[in-house]
C-alpha cells in the first residue's frame, strides 16, 4: 500500500457538497502527483461506475473507484467530510470517502491489496481510527498498514463519536467479535481453518461456501466477503467466501463446497462454475446485500436448509470457467484446453457453413466464383443473394483457426494468451498450417504467457505487464515460432493429412464413417463427441472443400442423429420397457434428433447408460459406414433433415440413418427386454445412477 496512498493523497476537512465534487477534489490530487493524466476523462470512468451501482455503504462509508487508462500506477485517495456526502448508501451520507484508482491492466498484486483495504472497512476498530486521526500523514500511515489502529481506537474510544455519531454504531455491531483485519478465513481451499469451531454442544456447526463478485471486482467484492464472514462468526456458523475480484480467484476446494449446508451469492456479475453449487439450499442476492444485510441472508439460508428447499443446477459454464482445480493432471488440462477452443470456435462454424451452403444454394455450385458484391450486387438476382451469403459465410469461416489458436491460450492463461494466440492462429492460415497450426499456436502462446508471468518483474512495470509487456514479447515469440520453426513441417503435415483424404475410397472410407460414428454417439456431445465434428467441420472449413470432406461431414452429421431418433422410436414401439417420464422424453427427441441435436439422448443413456449407449454407438458406426459408402455428401456443418437439399444422395442418406436407427432401436429393445422390469415411474439403479452422472455432466454436442 506504501506506493498507493501519501499524505498528499488525503484530505481530513474535504468540504465537497455531492459526490461529484469529492471524487474531482480527490482526483485532482492525484492529477498534480501524476497518477492520473486525464481528469475529466478518469472523472467520467468514475462517473460510469458510479451509473452501474451506488458506492454508498452502511457505515458512513463512500467509495468511488473505477478501472481508467488515464490512470498511471494504483492510487488511493482518502477524504473525511464532517457534514457528509451522499454515495446512496440506505443509512445516509458518508463521512469517510475513498476514491480507488486502479489502471486498465493493474496487475494482480496490486488489486490484492485494494482487496485488503476494502476487507478493512468492514473493520470498525480500523474506521474509528480514520475518523478520530487529526493528521494527514497519520491517516495514511492507518490505511497503509504502517500503524495499527488499536492505538488510534483507544485513544477515541470513550464514547469518541465522528461526524455522525450513528455511523459508528453499524460498522461496530458488523465486526464485535472480530480480533483483527487479519484473522479472517477468506478465499481459500483450507477446510481445517475454520473460526467457527463447534458449538458448545460439541455439535458440528452449520456450514455456509458463499461467492463475491462485483462489476470491478475491486471493492464491494472483498467487503462482502469480510461481512459476511464476521457475520458469521457473531452466529457461530462457519463461512468461507470465494471471492471472484479482478485479481482472479481461487475455486473452493470441492470438499469444502460439498461438506457445506448451504450457499450465498452476493454478486453483480455471472457467478464463474456456478453449476458447482447445484443441489445444495441457496441464496442469490446483490454484492450490496452481502455487505449491508449478511446476517439476514445466513438466516435465510439456515431456513431454506431446515426447509429442504435446493437449488437446480445450471447449465456449465465455459471450458475456462470450468478448469477445475490445480490437481488434475496434464491430460485432463491439455483436454480441457482443446475443448476451450473448440466450444469458441463451433458457432463460427455453424453460421459461416450454413451461409456457404446457402449461398450454393441458392447460386448453384459456381457461386465460390461470383466477383464481390462489393462490387456487383442486385437486389432482384437470386445469384447477387446467394454470392452474398456465400462471401460472409467465407469471412466467417476466415476466423476459425485464429479463433480455435485464441481460445486455447485462452484456457491456458486467461485474457493475456489471447493476443499470441490470436496471431498465432493467423500465421496459420498464412503459411497454410491449417487447423493442426491452429492447435500448436495456441498451446505454444499459452505456454509462453504462462512463462512470462513466472518471471520476477520490477515493480515500476507491473501496470504495464497485461497491456504492452506480455502481449509483445508473447506475440513475437509465437510469430517467430510459427513462421520460422516450426510453421513449415506442421503445413506439411496438414496437406499429408490432407491428400490422404481426398484418396480414401472403398473399405477405408467405410472404416472411417464407422468409426466416426462410433465417436459421435460415444458420450453425446463429450470431448470424443467433439473430436469426431472437429474433424468434420475442419475439412469443410474452406471455400470449396474436397469431395472427400465433404462425405465425412455428412457421415458424421448422420451419425449424430441416431440416438435420440432411436430412443424415440423405441419408446413409440415399445413403451411399457421405459418410464412415463422416458416416454415424455421420447417425444422431443423426435425434433431433436432430426435437427441433429444429440442431446435428445442424454435422459435416456443417464437413467440406463449400460444398456443404451452401446446400442448409439452399434447404430451410429452402421449409420455412418453406409453414409460413406454411399457416398453422401455434405456442405452444411449443422441442420439435421433441414439441410436435406444440400446433401449429395439425399435419398441414400436418409436410408443410412433409418438403418443406424432400426439398428440402435433394435438393440435397445432386446436388452431392455432381457432385464428384469423395473416398476413403472422409477428410475435406473444406485450403480446406473452413478455412471449417468458423468454422462449427464457432458457438454452438448457441438453440432
Keep these: 500500500m506504501s506506493e498507493m496512498i501519501t499524505a498528499d493523497l488525503v484530505d481530513l476537512d474535504l468540504s465537497a457538497e455531492t459526490k461529484e ?55 488511493l485517495g482518502f477524504g473525511r467530510s464532517a457534514a457528509g456526502i451522499d454515495f446512496g448508501a440506505p443509512d445516509g451520507p458518508a463521512d469517510l470517502i475513498f476514491l480507488i484508482a486502479a489502471p486498465a491492466g493493474a496487475d494482480d498484486a496490486h488489486l490484492t491489496i485494494l482487496s485488503s483495504l476494502a476487507r478493512q472497512l468492514m473493520n470498525a476498530e480500523f474506521t474509528s481510527a480514520l475518523r478520530a486521526v487529526d493528521d494527514a500523514a497519520a491517516a495514511a500511515a492507518l490505511i497503509r498498514g504502517d500503524e495499527s ?31 483483527t483485519a ?114 439476514e441472508l445466513i438466516t435465510e439460508v439456515r431456513g431454506k436448509a431446515a426447509r429442504g428447499e435446493v437449488s437446480a443446477g445450471s447449465a456449465p459454464g465455459t471450458p475456462v470457467e470450468r478448469s477445475g482445480d490445480s490437481a488434475e493432471g496434464y491430460g485432463t488440462k491439455l483436454r480441457k484446453w482443446l475443448m476451450s477452443g473448440v466450444s469458441y470456435m463451433v458457432p463460427f462454424v455453424a453460421a459461416g457453413g450454413l451461409l456457404i451452403a446457402l449461398g450454393f444454394a441458392i447460386g448453384g455450385y459456381k457461386i465460390n466464383k461470383a466477383p464481390s458484391v462489393m462490387d456487383h450486387f442486385m437486389w432482384l438476382q437470386a445469384d447477387s443473394w446467394g454470392a452474398l451469403f456465400f462471401q460472409i459465410g467465407v469471412v466467417s469461416f476466415g476466423f476459425l483457426v485464429p479463433v480455435l489458436a485464441g481460445y486455447i491460450a485462452y484456457g491456458m492463461a486467461d ?40 518471471v520476477k ?61 462410433l465417436m459421435m454417439c460415444f458420450d453425446l456431445g463429450g470431448p470424443v463427441n467433439k473430436v469426431a465434428y472437429t474433424f468434420a467441420t475442419a475439412g469443410i472449413a474452406v471455400a470449396s472443400p474436397s469431395d472427400s470432406a465433404m462425405k465425412i461431414m455428412a457421415a458424421v452429421m448422420a451419425a449424430g442423429m441416431v440416438p435420440p431418433l432411436a430412443m424415440a422410436l423405441a419408446t413409440t414401439v415399445r413403451g411399457k420397457l421405459f418410464t412415463a417420464t422416458e416416454r415424455e422424453n421420447g417425444k422431443a427427441a423426435w425434433v431433436l434428433g432430426a435437427s441433429f441435436i444429440s442431446e435428445g439422448a442424454i435422459p435416456f443413456a443417464a437413467a440406463d447408460p449400460l444398456r443404451v449407449i452401446p446400442s448409439a454407438m452399434v447404430g451410429g458406426a452402421v449409420t455412418g459406414s453406409l453414409s460413406m459408402a454411399f457416398g453422401a455428401t455434405l456442405r452444411a456443418p449443422h441442420g439435421g433433415i433441414f439441410v436435406v437439399p444440400l ?12 438403418a443406424g436407427v432400426c439398428v440402435t432401436t433394435a438393440l435397445v429393445v432386446v436388452l431392455k427386454g432381457m432385464r428384469k422390469q423395473a416398476p413403472e415411474g422409477t428410475g435406473a439403479g444406485v450403480a446406473d445412477t452413478a455412471i449417468a452422472t458423468k454422462v449427464d455432466s457432458k457438454e452438448p454436442v457441438a453440432a
Design 647 to 658: 446433401i449429395g444422395n439425399p435419398f441414400l442418406y436418409l436410408i443410412a440413418i433409418a
Design 21 to 75: 465534487a469529492a471524487a474531482r477534489a480527490l482526483a485532482e490530487r492525484m492529477v498534480t502527483l501524476g497518477r492520473v493524466t486525464d481528469l475529466d476523462g478518469f472523472l467520467a470512468d468514475v462517473a460510469a461506475r458510479e451509473a452501474q451501482m451506488p458506492t454508498g455503504l452502511d457505515g458512513g462509508i463512500g467509495i468511488p473507484h473505477c478501472r481508467s487508462v488515464h490512470v498511471t500506477e494504483p492510487t
Design 415 to 454: 485474457r493475456p494468451g489471447l493476443v499470441p494466440g490470436f496471431v498465432g492462429g493467423a500465421i496459420s492460415l498464412t503459411i497454410n498450417a491449417g487447423f493442426l497450426g491452429g492447435l500448436a499456436a495456441g498451446l505454444i502462446a499459452g505456454g509462453v504467457v504462462i512463462g512470462i508471468q513466472k
Design 457 to 517: 518483474i520490477p515493480a515500476a512495470l507491473r501496470g504495464i505487464m497485461p497491456v504492452v509487456v506480455i502481449p509483445l514479447i508473447s506475440a513475437a515469440i509465437v510469430g517467430f515460432l510459427m513462421f520460422v520453426v516450426i510453421g513449415k513441417p506442421i503445413a506439411s503435415a496438414q496437406k499429408g493429412m490432407t491428400d490422404w483424404l481426398n484418396g480414401l475410397t472403398g473399405t477405408n472410407a467405410v472404416l472411417l464413417g464407422a468409426l466416426l460414428g
Design 149 to 179: 489502529p488499536a492505538a488510534a481506537a483507544s485513544t477515541a474510544s470513550e464514547g469518541t463519536e465522528s461526524t455522525d455519531g450513528s455511523k459508528n454504531s453499524v460498522a461496530v455491531s458488523a465486526a464485535a467479535s472480530a480480533d
Design 182 to 295: 487479519t484473522g479472517t478465513t477468506t478465499d481459500t481451499t483450507d477446510t481445517t481453518d475454520t473460526t467457527a469451531g463447534t458449538g458448545a454442544s460439541g455439535e458440528r456447526p452449520f456450514r455456509i461456501v458463499a461467492v463475491t463478485s462485483c462489476p470491478t471486482g475491486i471493492a464491494h467484492t472483498y467487503m462482502a466477503a469480510e461481512s459476511l464472514e464476521n457475520a458469521g462468526r457473531e452466529a457461530g456458523v462457519e463461512v468461507v467466501v470465494e471471492t471472484q475480484g479482478s485479481a482472479g480467484f481461487t475455486r473452493l476446494d470441492p470438499a469444502v463446497i460439498a461438506a457445506a449446508d448451504g450457499v450465498i451469492f452476493a454478486h453483480d456479475v455471472p457467478v464463474r462454475d456456478k453449476d458447482r453449487f447445484a443441489g445444495k439450499p441457496t441464496v442469490d442476492v446483490g454484492v450490496k446485500a452481502g455487505i449491508n444485510k449478511p446476517t
